[in-house]
């Protein structure tokens, strides 16, 4: 029988195929308990369950490539950080030992335990590391029986889960699963955003998938609209073969555009530039037309190893991707672990209160200097190859960016005496993401040549929401009358001074709300290469003196439901 099941569309496209249901995992294990000479038997199956995990986990490691493996390898890092944690190991061994319990119930007593300090945690955002630790606790269970983790995905189904790990997305388009849908999960969230640079559809929140859908059932998935149509009438079916020809009509209108300008209708050029990890991305972003690299990510230098990055082999990696932009401009930005980036240096400090307030960003550089000057030396040193550009992260305000601008000068002059050729200005940028550097910055922007604003960090300052928590999906968005107003504000500041805004969050790689940024003055945009070419099809498409003349409606918007109509109207001029 058909039915329609509502979500949330987390990553555009439509599917059709058959339903796979994964339950949630679930340690439903009896208390068991062995004998005293089986002790050593037992610790010794436990300690292959855990080798095995982690040989799995590095065999998917090597399994990706590219942009996936650098997006995906921080999960991986993470669940393997897990797999190291001496609370988990030595509790199961001592569950083993003392309390003579096999090493199924053992592990589910530890998961318990641990799952109450998880729970009696005040951060939201350290709350939602025990989905890691499930399934990281799931993978060492399966092992313990030999058996495969995860339910295998097969070409033409959608996966139908509680949830889905980041670390699992790649693998699972590998299999060829067409579509996922959760009962859980958030649009905005890590797995989401993957998703997106996947082109896997993807529907989260769907409250009743679970309970609505079975094994075989086919599925009709809208990632757009966030529908699931469970067993597709004919109706269904045609609108969904009409919806594929106009997808592929777009998409061959769309690469029309890889050689056309990122032009208004009324003949404004706007700058699209690209976020990149890898000189894959760069090659794509170069390929596509892009102004520039916008935001290059450097804290993947960083994690995933036990010693630090040396100037050496930072250089050669910044080198590299100054090469591959053939003289378009490269923005490199300075180290950023800390919060949700997992560091096996022990650079960042790994038992933070609340790690997204913490040293972070340019505190953490700020607080090891040594490691701080060796970045910049090897960025100032790749800009004998092309222009560069230094994007500093987390910047609260004034200080801060004088204290990096003098370390920058004190760089660029021993370099200089050593013998090495930089370029006689680097531009010198700074981000846009605490709240408090966004209201005050005209009290910093003479100190700074650029400013490029992460909006993903500054909503959920601002709305005081994670964007990682499912429970707050509806109270975190991008379309707040603060956030607009606040955008507006840092717009405005930087084009009185004459000083480019980029933007640099999510909120620049949707096209659907291009009309409205552009309507608050933003001329220069970063995103995700996959992304690039709707964006600039939604530019071409905008008329930027109506939107102009619609701004002052737009920032009287009192609410959500005001803005969507402010872009409903604009998008259908």
């Not at 295998?152 to 670390?167: I, K, R």
């Not at 092309?386 to 370390?407: A, F, K, Q, T």
């Not at 291009?514 to 945009?525: I, K, N, S, T, V």
């Amino acid at each position: 029988m058909r039915a329609l099941l509502p979500g949330h569309g987390a990553s555009r496209g439509s599917a059709l195929g058959r339903a796979r249901v994964r339950l949630p995992h679930v340690l439903d294990v009896a208390e068991q308990h062995i004998r005293q000479d089986q002790i050593d038997d037992e610790l010794a199956r436990l300690h292959e369950a855990v080798d095995a995990t982690r040989r799995e986990m590095h065999s998917l490691r090597a399994r990706l490539h590219g942009a996936l493996a650098k997006e995906v390898g921080e999960f991986l890092d993470l669940h393997a950080l897990l797999l190291d944690d001496p609370e988990l190991l030595h509790g199961l061994d001592q569950l083993i030992r003392a309390g003579r319990y096999t090493a199924d119930y053992a592990l589910r007593l530890q998961r318990d335990r641990l799952a109450a300090v998880f729970d009696g945690m005040d951060d939201a955002y350290l709350k939602s590391r025990m989905d890691d630790l499930d399934h990281v606790i799931g993978r060492i269970h399966a092992h313990l029986h030999q058996r495969a983790t995860d339910t295998p995905g097969v070409a033409g189904e959608v996966l139908v889960s509680d949830n889905v790990a980041p670390s699992e997305l790649a693998e699972l388009q590998q299999q060829g699963v067409v579509a996922v849908v959760t009962a859980a999960g958030s649009a905005l969230s890590h797995s989401a955003i993957l998703a997106r640079s996947l082109h896997l559809p993807l529907v989260v929140g769907n409250a009743q998938a679970l309970q609505g859908i079975n094994d075989g059932d086919v599925l009709l998935v809208d990632g757009s609209t966030g529908e699931v149509v469970v067993n597709p009438d004919p109706g269904d079916l045609r609108r969904y073969r009409e919806r594929l020809r106009d997808a592929a009509r777009e998409q061959r209108e769309l690469g029309r555009l890889r050689s056309k300008p990122s032009r208004t209708r009324d003949g404004v050029d706007v700058a699209l530039w690209a976020n990149a990890e890898s000189l894959e991305d760069v090659a794509k972003a170069h390929a596509l037309g892009a102004a520039g690299v916008g935001l290059y990510r450097t804290e993947f230098l960083f994690l995933r190893r036990r010693e630090l990055p040396g100037e050496d082999e930072q250089f050669q990696v910044y080198r590299d991707l100054v090469l591959g932009m053939s003289g378009r401009p490269v923005t490199i930005r300075t180290l950023d672990l800390g919060a949700d980036k997992a560091d096996r240096t022990g650079l960042a400090i790994g038992d933070e209160d609340n790690p997204a307030l913490g040293v972070r960003g340019v505190r953490l550089a700020l607080a090891h200097v040594e490691v701080f000057e060796t970045q910049l030396r090897a960025i100032l040193r790749a800009s004998a190859y092309g222009p560069v550009r230094i994007l500093v992260p987390m910047v609260s305000g004034r200080e801060e960016l004088l204290e990096v601008r003098r370390r920058l000068r004190r760089a660029g002059l021993q370099l200089r005496k050593q013998g090495h050729e930089i370029a006689g200005h680097v531009e010198l940028g700074a981000m846009i993401e605490v709240p408090a550097a966004a209201i005050a910055f005209h009290g910093f922007v003479d100190v700074v040549d650029f400013v490029s604003i992460g909006t993903n960090d500054l909503v959920q300052y601002l709305l005081a929401a994670d964007r990682n928590n499912e429970a707050l999906g509806e109270l975190y968005s991008p379309l707040h009358p603060g956030v607009l107003r606040l955008l507006r504000h840092v717009i405005s500041i930087g084009a009185e001074h004459k000083v480019p805004v980029a933007m640099c969050g999510e909120m620049a790689g949707d096209a659907t709300l291009a009309p409205m940024l552009l309507a608050l003055g933003l001329r220069e945009f970063s995103l995700h290469p996959a992304t690039l070419l709707e964006l600039r099809k939604a530019i071409r498409d905008s008329d930027l003196s109506d939107l102009q003349s619609r701004a002052a409606k737009l920032l009287q918007a009192r609410d959500r439901a005001g803005i969507e109509r402010w872009l409903k109207a604009a998008t259908s001029i």
